[in-house]
T-cell receptor, first 116, second 112 residues
Framework: EAGVVQSPRYKIIEKKQPVAFWCNPI?????LYWYRQNLGQGPELLIR????????DSQLPKDRFSAERLKGVDSTLKIQPAELGDSAVYLC??????????????FGAGSRLTVL | GENVEQHPSTLSVQEGDSAVIKCTYS??????FPWYKQELGKRPQLIID?????GEKKDQRIAVTLNKTAKHFSLHITETQPEDSAVYFC???????????FGIGTKLQVIP
């Protein structure tokens, strides 16, 4: 089991440039999350998918951020254009609701974005 | 929506001492409370969790307590070791509803 796979691990871009992050969740996990983690802060939810449907995107800055989850598996998070304040680690996580209902998230290694 | 507050933001203890991290939540419907540990440069990983029908849960040197009435829960680490040094995040969610809200984290430093 490869776990949650994210790429790229690191990305440095200049402001106003576009950037995209990719996530492959654990096989069979129907829920996929994108979190943003600023330095010294906890993960903040950007968007949550149940299968291919975005069920919670209230915290996604829709003027510059977009996401998709094709066929309910892989997901891509895009920023266009990037701003200085977007520098952060973008964490992807997936979960499978078990009978107990516990929402156990498995995180990927993250994609660290630096906007210059 | 749910709001999770966590304190302290940093905590230094001597090796062998105990460490306690406290969190409060706002949504009385929340009924599942996981704790994640994030070592420097690594991904958050679940270390222990508790459901609202349980007041306390223990796993070796770590334990979590939950007070539903007061809407707060705590992580207790006993006999701390240098490898316990990390950032710890509490979180709250509603079972069956997959939204998970995290606290801001506590950076724990265990001094040898």
């Amino acid at each position: 089991e490869a776990g949650v796979v994210q790429s790229p691990r690191y990305k440095i871009i200049e402001k106003k440039q576009p950037v995209a992050f990719w996530c492959n969740p654990i096989s069979g996990h129907n829920t996929l999350y994108w979190y943003r983690q600023n330095l010294g802060q906890g993960p903040e939810l950007l968007i949550r998918y149940e299968n291919e449907e975005a069920v919670d995107d209230s915290q996604l800055p829709k003027d510059r951020f977009s996401a998709e989850r094709l066929k309910g598996v892989d997901s891509t998070l895009k920023i266009q254009p990037a701003e200085l304040g977007d520098s952060a680690v973008y964490l992807c996580a997936s979960s499978l609701q078990v009978n107990s209902g516990a929402n156990v998230l498995t995180f990927g290694a993250g994609s660290r974005l630096t906007v210059l | 929506g749910e709001n999770v507050e966590q304190h302290p933001s940093t905590l230094s203890v001597q090796e062998g001492d105990s460490a306690v991290i406290k969190c409060t939540y706002s949504d009385s419907a929340s009924n599942y409370f996981p704790w994640y540990k994030q070592e420097l440069g690594k991904r958050p990983q679940l270390i222990i969790d508790i459901r609202s029908n349980v007041g306390e849960k223990k796993d070796q040197r770590i334990a979590v307590t939950l007070n539903k009435t007061a809407k707060h829960f705590s992580l207790h680490i006993t006999e701390t070791q240098p490898e316990d040094s990390a950032v710890y995040f509490c979180a709250a969610s509603i079972r069956g509803y997959q939204k998970v809200t995290f606290g801001i984290g506590t950076k724990l430093q265990v001094i040898p």
